[in-house]
């Protein structure tokens, strides 16, 4: 007796969850569809990023500092001279 009403408890409570999220699930989507609609409208209304707004012909060289070359060149073994001999 105690499974039998351990089964229709389960199966009424996995109706109820099925129900409520049939209910719940689409309007969380919308909600989140509209969210993301807005913040493309958003980013599309905001003034371009000042590197893009230069006029046109205008050049600008920024410096980038050369890196320190990681590695040890003398780990890299020795190298061997050689004459192809026929």
Do not use: C, H, T, W
């Not at 049939?22 to 969210?35: E, G, Q, T």
């Not at 905001?46 to 060289?61: A, F, L, M, V």
Request: zero cysteines; a positive charge; hydrophobic letters at 40%.
């Amino acid at each position: 007796m105690g499974l039998i009403k351990f089964i229709l408890i389960s199966v009424l409570v996995m109706y109820i969850i099925r129900m409520i999220l049939r209910l719940i699930f689409p309007v969380v989507l919308r909600s989140m569809f509209s969210k993301v609609q807005q913040q493309a409208a958003n980013q599309s209304r905001q003034p371009n990023n000042q590197r893009y707004s230069k006029p046109e012909g205008d050049i600008s060289i920024e410096y980038v500092p050369p890196r320190e070359k990681k590695g040890n060149s003398d780990k890299l073994g020795d190298f061997v001279d050689y004459e192809e001999i026929k």
